[in-house]
């Protein structure tokens, strides 16, 4: 079985001039969350990020969805639903002062039932 992977497209780069003065400075844009999705519980439903990319996912990997949005309809987060936390962004959380994505994947891993199971000495399938 052939795995098809997810897919980029170039966007244009809309960033302001002081924003381009190195590779870590960001831009701060708008990003709403799909309501039910690991972002929308970890960041909520609206929230500014700090970005720099300049591409954007075209094309998804069977078994993701589209988790958040920017205001121009790119995707900015993607998850898969059938893991406890396999989440995708397309912006910088170690740029922001937000602490809450990595919240979520820290409680993720911590509370997964195979990590439940190792805890207890046995091994989860």
Not at 8 to 17: A, L
Not at 55 to 81: H, M, T
Not at 93 to 107: C, G, M, N, R, W
Request: proline content about 8%; aromatic content about 8%; glycine content about 8%.
């Amino acid at each position: 079985m052939a795995e098809v992977a997810t897919q980029y497209r170039g966007i244009e780069h809309k960033r302001d001039r002081k924003s381009d003065a190195g590779p870590f400075e960001f831009t701060r844009h708008a990003v709403e969350a799909n309501p039910g999705t690991p972002v929308h519980r970890a960041m909520g439903q609206r929230f500014e990020v700090s970005s720099s990319h300049h591409q954007a996912v075209d094309k998804l990997a069977p078994g993701f969805v589209p988790a958040a949005r920017s205001p121009d309809g790119l995707i900015e987060a993607i998850y898969a639903p059938e893991h406890p936390f396999a989440v995708g962004v397309q912006w910088h959380p170690e740029a922001d002062e937000s602490e809450e994505l990595f919240v979520a994947l820290v409680e993720a891993a911590t509370s997964s039932p195979r990590r439940i199971a190792i805890k207890r000495g046995a091994t989860a399938g």
